[in-house]
């Protein structure tokens, strides 16, 4: 192993960390713009906008698109774009509290697919992490339970990204992050896209929203998943899997700078138990 890998193999959980700290400042920033926009439409703009600016920054990198990326990514996109929108329709009918607990249960499903698909052997002490950070986003989530359709459709969602989470492990290594990630964006502005078109495409209503849509368009979905992309090509599906729950506690850190809410016990606890399943993963990744 060269020193060049060694570094690439100690960057990437930290630069997980980031992706999922940007997707926690998406989550609270987002609350106010799809109440003057509709979800899917806001999706749509989204991923589209994102698209379009990685194109026009790297417009020479459509060159290595070739078959087999296109592929490899349409697959990948078609899971990410699958959990936004099962994520959404749930949303609909539950609590975002259940949402964020129940979308959070990829942590589990990650090493299940990846054992039942990929034949990948999952320690005993990364089984602990896992078990840790699930306990940690219960506490932070739930406020009471109720099993229903909206739930339901959430637990798609969750199926969905933890397939994304194991596609790009097992693909991402050897191709290009940039190409991957635009053709994985521009699956999720299709999918998005049609949805919003049949309910009645809405444009952004004004600067504010416009505002939101080139924040999480570039930093919380082009660069996001560019660093995601690369990331998994130097770490394990359910080590990715446990380092991205650190979402739920960047979205509470934010809320409660930010968003005006409190901070309980019961959020505290759980934060604490998904850093610390965080920090064991990487430390041991050290």
Known sequence: MNARHQLQLKLAPWALLAVSASWGAAFVIMK?????????????????????????????VLQKINKEMLLKGSLAGLFLGTGYIFQTLGLARTGAAITGFVTGLYVVLTPLIA??????????????????????????????????????????????????????????????????????????????????????????????VWGVVIFTAVIATAVAFIVQTWSQAH???????????????????????????????????GGALVLLAMYLIVMKEA
């Not at 106010?32 to 600016?53: G, K, M």
């Not at 909206?150 to 994304?164: C, K, N, Q, R, T």
């Not at 359910?238 to 959020?267: C, D, H, N, P, R």
């Open 115 to 208: 054992a039942l698909f990929l034949k990948e052997r999952i320690t005993r002490f990364t089984w602990f992490c896992v078990v840790l950070a699930t306990i940690g986003l219960g506490l932070l989530s739930l406020r009471g339970w109720s099993v229903g359709v909206g739930e339901a459709l959430v637990f798609v969602s969750a199926i969905a990204f933890a397939a994304h989470i194991v596609t790009l492990s097992r693909w991402s290594f050897g191709l290009d992050a940039y190409a991957l990630t635009i053709v994985q964006l521009s699956i999720c502005a299709l999918l998005t896209g049609v949805i919003s078109l049949g309910q009645g495409y809405e444009t952004p209503p004004d600067s504010g």
């Open 32 to 60: 106010p713009a799809i109440e003057r926009q509709s979800v899917n439409s806001f999706l749509a703009t989204r991923f589209t906008f994102a698209v379009i600016a990685m194109i026009l920054l790297r417009p020479s």
């Open 235 to 269: 770490m394990n599906s359910t080590k990715v899997a446990v380092i991205l729950t650190m979402e739920v506690v960047f979205a509470a850190l934010f809320a409660v700078a930010f968003g005006g809410e409190s901070l309980t016990l019961q959020v505290s606890l």
